[in-house]
């Protein structure tokens, strides 16, 4: 088994089909969308692939050490990460073309109108080891 992330963005990949900004939707809209994504984990806890899974707020920070005795700098926030990460789920399953086809099933959450929203999502493969100085180049 491998693990994957399947990464929700708000900004920042390709135009959804349903390209509706989640602000404009209805509450029942809203509702409709959350309960297709714990429908979905909870099929997958059932078959032993789902991990974990969280949506994230939209309020955020970047935090940085700023040397020994001196509180952390915080600075921002900046549109890089909270504007574009929406969420996220881990699933654990036997072969990439496994981890894309539930990333697919996973993009058809309704939106507007009930209709599939049809994202991408980005699906990116755990490390598993650490890479060669060569790998990182």
């Not at 996973?106 to 507007?112: D, E, K, T």
Request: with cysteine; aromatic share 10%.
């Amino acid at each position: 088994m491998a693990k994957y992330l399947l990464l929700k963005h708000y900004r920042g990949a390709p135009a959804a089909v349903n390209d509706v900004p989640m602000d404009q939707w209805t509450p029942e809209e809203i509702s409709a969308h959350v309960q297709y994504m714990n429908d979905f984990a909870a099929r997958l806890e059932k078959t032993g692939e789902f991990v974990d899974g969280q949506a994230l707020a939209p309020e955020g920070a970047w935090v940085r050490y700023d040397g020994e005795g001196r509180p952390p700098v915080t600075d921002g926030p900046f549109a890089e990460t909270k504007d574009l990460i929406a969420g996220w789920m881990v699933i654990d399953v036997d072969s990439y073309e496994r981890a894309v086809e539930l990333a697919g099933e996973l993009s058809a959450a309704p939106g507007a109108g009930g209709k599939p929203i049809h994202e991408w999502l980005e699906v990116r493969p755990f490390l598993t080891a650490t890479p060669t100085i060569t790998e990182c180049h």
